[in-house]
Nanobody
Framework: QVQLVESGGGLVQPGGSLRLSCAAS????????MSWYRQTPGKERELVAAITNTGGSTNYADSVKGRFTISRDNAKNTVYLQMNSLKPEDTAVYYC??????????WGQGTQVTVSS
């Protein structure tokens, strides 16, 4: 079955960096767009970044442009989110997602990122 397992979250000071990883299994990873979302209590989950199946195209939320970079390694079935210049408002649970239809929409369990001094 499809599994998405995030890792790499933690506590970091403002201005610091973290790299999140999402290890995928149970589907042909290289065929599908992968995305990172985040959610804070009381707010809807928001798209942070997405990358097409070959990595040839990416898009970012305006709030993270120039600070975050999404990438993927199709040989390792893994998608990454490099987060630099972190701000307290980046604090959230970060989720990995892939979808190729209404019935095929998969999320990881999430990893907590806390930016605080």
């Amino acid at each position: 079955q499809v599994q998405l397992v995030e890792s790499g979250g933690g506590l970091v000071q403002p201005g610091g960096s973290l790299r999140l990883s999402c290890a995928a299994s149970g589907f042909t990873f290289s065929r599908y767009t992968m995305s990172w979302y985040r959610q804070t209590p009381g707010k809807e989950r928001e798209l942070v970044a997405a990358i097409t199946n070959t990595g040839g195209s990416t898009n970012y939320a305006d709030s993270v442009k120039g600070r975050f970079t999404i990438s993927r390694d199709n040989a390792k079935n893994t998608v990454y989110l490099q987060m630099n210049s972190l701000k307290p408002e980046d604090t959230a649970v970060y989720y990995c997602r892939t979808a190729w239809g209404a019935r095929d929409d998969y999320w990881g369990q999430g990893t907590q990122v806390t930016v605080s001094s």
